[in-house]
């Protein structure tokens, strides 16, 4: 099916806005973009799509199941493809840096803590914030000199 089919199917209209947006989560290295990096990335390929455009498409991808919203420390919304599986998040508080991960073993211990409580989860995220690699490497070396 393509992006147009796909969006008329879930009752959004496939107008430009929305196909340069969609397909920008589907081709962009980062996985996890806000707001003002979709119009940085869209301003770059000399897109005429204002902040405000792109703010209402974001909400409505959303709304329709297309995008997953994220709340990290910075404060800002990020966006990734809603892509069916869960996973969570490893966040480097220095560079923005986000790392996704999935661990059985953690997703078993969080239903047995829960199940203890007498509490059935629906859904969850769990976001681990600390440093990268390359901002500790890069933090260590600062040091040495």
Not at 99 to 104: A, G, I, L
């Amino acid at each position: 099916m393509n992006k147009a089919s796909h969006l008329k199917g879930i009752g959004l209209k496939a107008t430009g806005p929305r196909l340069r947006i969609l397909d920008l989560f589907e081709t962009s290295s980062d996985r996890h973009l806000s707001a003002e990096d979709v119009y940085k990335k869209l301003l770059a390929e000399d897109a005429d799509i204002g902040l405000a455009t792109i703010y209402r498409v974001l909400t409505q991808f959303e709304q329709a199941g297309i995008l997953v919203r994220h709340h990290f420390e910075s404060g800002k919304a990020v966006y990734e493809l809603n892509e069916g599986g869960h996973h969570d998040h490893m966040v480097c508080y220095r560079c923005g840096k986000v790392t996704e991960f999935f661990d059985p073993q953690i997703e078993e211990l969080q239903n047995r803590i829960a199940a203890a409580h007498g509490f059935t989860i629906q859904e969850h995220s769990l976001y681990l914030y600390g440093e990268c690699s390359e901002c500790a490497s890069a933090e260590h070396k600062t040091y040495r000199r």
